[in-house]
């Protein structure tokens, strides 16, 4: 069971697992290893909030600005997001070395 599994129990269905196994939050695709990310500064509602508030790109964009300020603390362990789209066009993030590693979530924005 994914983490986002859990979490989404208690948020009415708002966080589900897409059919490529990456968390689909509301309309934003987030990789796992983003997703974890994530998840160490934001609860999983205020994820969901912000997703409904500002829409997926937004929301995506956001993110990515957030985990790439020289001042974050090393709760990411050095790593930052980047903007992606996933298989089935949605826009998505992927943490920076997934994308090297093969694309996991598609194509780089």
């Known amino acids: 069971m994914k983490l986002w599994e859990l979490h989404a129990a208690n948020l009415d269905g708002a966080?589900?697992?897409?059919?490529?196994?990456?968390?689909?939050?509301?309309?934003?695709?987030?990789?796992?290893k983003a997703y974890l990310l994530v998840v160490?500064?934001?609860?999983?509602a205020e994820l969901v909030a912000m997703v409904r508030r500002d829409g997926p790109q937004k929301a995506a964009e956001?993110?990515?600005?957030?985990?790439?300020?020289?001042?974050?603390?090393?709760?990411?362990?050095?790593?930052?997001l980047v903007l992606a789209r996933s298989r089935v066009g949605y826009p998505g993030i992927a943490r920076d070395d997934e994308l090297?590693?093969?694309?996991l979530m598609g194509r780089r924005l």
Not at 22 to 31: F, I, P, T
Not at 100 to 103: D, L, T
């Open 15 to 32: 966080i589900r697992t897409t059919p490529d196994g990456e968390a689909d939050v509301a309309g934003l695709v987030l990789s796992e």
């Open 40 to 44: 160490r500064d934001l609860r999983p």
């Open 62 to 80: 956001a993110l990515v600005a957030r985990f790439a300020r020289p001042s974050q603390p090393p709760a990411g362990g050095g790593r930052g």
């Open 100 to 103: 090297a590693e093969g694309g």
